[in-house]
């Protein structure tokens, strides 16, 4: 029995608990919705839920209650994605988008290291994706090279290329900072498609993931059934999301998250007070670059193929958008964003060909109206339960 | 190498360069008054190139035929339309956000551009086709030995050099441009002086606004062809060439504007591909952003602590 006095304490485990589990159901009827009417339905049902549950500061229960009970919620979380990965367990369409989700979780926790906490913009967020890709491509493609290594070196390589980039973005601010980037991620565009080493504007086909001779494109069957080889890339991209997401948080609540907030919030201050300002933004670029170069080495692996048109401008600026719309410096907020800008222009056939036009109206209206997006950042907690007062 | 060949590289440089310097002269426009970018910028011009194909369909649909006349209508109807949306813009999308952080103004428009690119690409018949531009101005030709005078190029760069001129003059010469430059060097001071901050901010919108249309027009007849996507490699590259020159600074953005050019021309005569031009023309500005994170002509700048 749960009495009504545990559902309004603060450190109550069940909305957090319930949270999860109707995300979890709610993201399993949607997946397995086939007609138009039903996601329509969804959607709508989806849209009238939350505003109905943010008359009840739902948002300020749930997030306090995963302050209380972090490892629980977080183990909810990694069981409610197996869970959906254990209902789709054969069908590939399914797997295949939360694998992807999955992998943009990765990518965009690097940027949110970048533009969340040291306020590096980076506008070639793409652009570094594509560069784990194309390694892959190449690497996998022409030589004997352990593909976990491949892995590590499509991240390495995205952070050395990006290292090319921190000489001018550290002597730069503002808006000549943010035209480093962009420049970046024409030029990276423009490059991959005219050069006939990586594929031209055809781009290049890459292999399956194999890791210690056990080749990620085979579907596995355990106790008789039947795995769609998805499956194996939505366990490969889930330990890769929870690394990342642990990594993202670690770094957030040590001294290095607050050296990299003073960062972004004054750098004149910080300079005063010692605190290297090239140092913090090096490192956050770094990590962020490397984390979207492993991303994209893993999906062009997934995918088969690697091609210059999924790595614009636009693209980039998709990430931007996860971004923006999950709460700048928020990793649940833009695990979320992520899902709902990936997954429901798949199931909404007919706004696939608006999307870039969507999601460029709904930055707009987030920018004007709730700048500090969906599920603005909170205060830092150090100690389980632990409230600002 | 070929004295005409040269000449012809750089008959083509310059032409480019105008087109530069005018969305150039844009964004410092923008960036002067009131210290933001507006991103958009390269997909007004956009709007602006297919406002002035429309006007001309709609004018062969009327019955107007002179070529002369068709080519001021066209200027004419785009300069208007973008004005208009340049000022909605500003009054809609810039000015309300002037207490929050810089980049939401970058990004905001950023996203306003992808909008407007997005609604030409859906909504505009067969918008994801390339378009073919009409050729309005006269085809001669002058052969001075191996270098070809095109005289619709000499034309194209003789309106853009009189709009650039024009627009310098306005802010120069005239009681509008004497308070746009109040504007630009102390908002709050200028306003007190009795100048309607609001008005000039969405006047100076509508002028870099018109001159970008036009641009966009002369992009299109140059090219005879223009497509959705122009506006994102325009407004890019006339933002480089704004931020290569110094923001804020109108001989700077039409300085960056002619090195752009040039700098992509030298790419294609120095590489073995000519494709690696804009490549090589992004990567010198990205290299020559760190050797002069401000500029050639550096804003003044004094910060407060």
């Avoid at chain 1, 590096?120 to 190449?138: E, H, I, K, Q, R």
């Avoid at chain 1, 695990?335 to 696939?352: H, R, S």
């Avoid at chain 2, 010469?173 to 002086?193: F, K, P």
């Amino acid at each position: 029995m749960i009495a009504i006095g545990d559902l309004v304490r603060p450190d109550a485990r069940f909305p957090g608990l319930a949270s999860v589990a109707a995300v979890a159901l709610y993201s399993i009827l949607f997946l397995h919705a086939e007609s138009q009417r039903e996601v329509m339905g969804l959607v709508l049902g989806a849209l009238v839920g939350l505003l109905a549950l943010s008359r009840f500061d739902w948002t300020q229960r749930v997030s306090s209650s995963f302050a209380h009970h972090p490892r629980l919620l977080h183990g909810a979380v990694l069981a409610s994605v197996i869970t959906v990965l254990a209902v789709f367990h054969d069908q590939h369409y399914p797997l295949l988008m939360l694998a992807t989700v999955l992998l943009y979780i990765v990518m965009c926790l690097g940027l949110n290291i970048q533009f969340g906490y040291a306020g590096v913009l980076n506008f070639a967020g793409a652009a570094f994706f594509g560069v784990g890709a194309y390694t892959s491509a190449v690497l996998a493609a022409k030589t004997g090279v352990p593909h976990l290594f491949i892995i590590v070196i499509g991240g390495g390589l995205a952070a050395l290329i990006g290292s090319l980039l921190i000489l001018p973005l550290l002597r730069t601010r503002g808006h000549y900072a943010a035209l480093i980037t962009i420049a970046f991620s024409l030029l990276f565009k423009t490059l991959i498609e005219v050069s006939d080493a990586l594929g031209g504007p055809q781009g290049l086909k890459v292999p399956g993931l194999n890791l210690f001779g056990w080749n990620l494109n085979q579907g596995l069957a355990v106790g008789g059934v039947e795995l769609s080889f998805y499956a194996n890339y939505v366990v490969l991209a889930l330990a890769m999301a929870a690394a990342a997401f642990v990594l993202t948080r670690r770094i957030e609540r040590s001294w290095i998250g607050l050296s990299l907030d003073a960062v972004s919030l004054d750098e004149t201050a910080c300079a005063t007070f010692g605190i290297s300002v090239a140092r913090w933004k090096i490192l956050a670029f770094t990590i962020g670059n490397f984390l979207a170069g492993m991303a994209g080495a893993v999906y062009s692996m997934m995918t088969g193929f690697a091609h210059p048109n999924n790595y614009t401008f636009g693209d980039s600026l998709i990430l931007v958008s996860i971004i923006i719309l999950g709460g700048i410096g928020n990793p649940w907020g833009l695990a979320v964003a992520a899902a709902i800008m990936l997954v429901l222009p798949e199931k909404l056939q007919f706004i696939q060909e608006y999307r870039f036009l969507l999601y460029a109206v709904l930055v707009i209206l987030i920018l004007l109206f709730r700048p500090m997006g969906l599920l603005p950042r909170q205060v830092r907690v150090y100690f389980p339960g632990w409230r600002p007062q | 190498m070929d004295p005409g060949l040269i000449a012809q590289y750089v008959a083509n440089s310059l032409m480019l360069g105008i087109i530069y310097a005018m969305v150039a002269v844009g964004f410092t426009l923008f960036f002067g008054v009131l210290d933001v970018i507006k991103f958009s910028h390269g997909d007004v011009l956009t709007v602006g190139a297919y406002t002035g194909l429309a006007t001309f369909l709609g004018l062969e649909l009327a019955g107007v035929a002179a070529p002369w006349a068709q080519l001021a209508l066209v200027a004419l109807a785009a300069m208007a339309a973008t004005a208009v949306l340049g000022a909605l813009i500003g009054k809609y999308f810039v000015l309300p956000l002037r207490g929050a952080p810089a980049l939401n103004t970058l990004l905001i428009t950023l996203m306003l551009g992808t909008v407007l690119r997005e609604a030409i690409h859906l909504f505009y018949p067969q918008g994801s086709n390339p378009k073919r531009f009409p050729r309005l101005l006269p085809a001669d030709t002058v052969e001075l030995g191996s270098f070809t005078l095109r005289l619709d190029n000499s034309i194209l760069l003789a309106v853009g050099v009189a709009a650039i001129v024009l627009v310098h003059l306005l802010i120069t010469r005239t009681r509008l441009g004497l308070a746009i430059r109040a504007v630009a060097q102390d908002a709050e001071t200028a306003r007190t002086m009795g100048i309607n901050f609001e008005f000039i901010v969405l006047a100076t919108f509508a002028i870099g606004s018109a001159l970008a249309a036009l641009a966009g027009v002369m992009n299109g007849l140059y090219y005879s062809e223009i497509t959705f996507g122009i506006g994102l490699l325009l407004g890019v590259i006339g933002f480089s060439a704004a931020v290569v020159g110094g923001l804020g600074n109108i001989y700077g953005a039409i300085l960056g504007g002619f090195l752009f050019a040039a700098l992509q021309t030298l790419g294609a005569i120095v590489l073995p591909e000519s494709a690696y031009k804009d490549v090589f023309a992004f990567a010198a500005v990205i290299v020559f952003m760190a050797w002069r994170p401000t500029g050639l002509i550096a804003e003044k700048a004094s910060e407060r602590v």
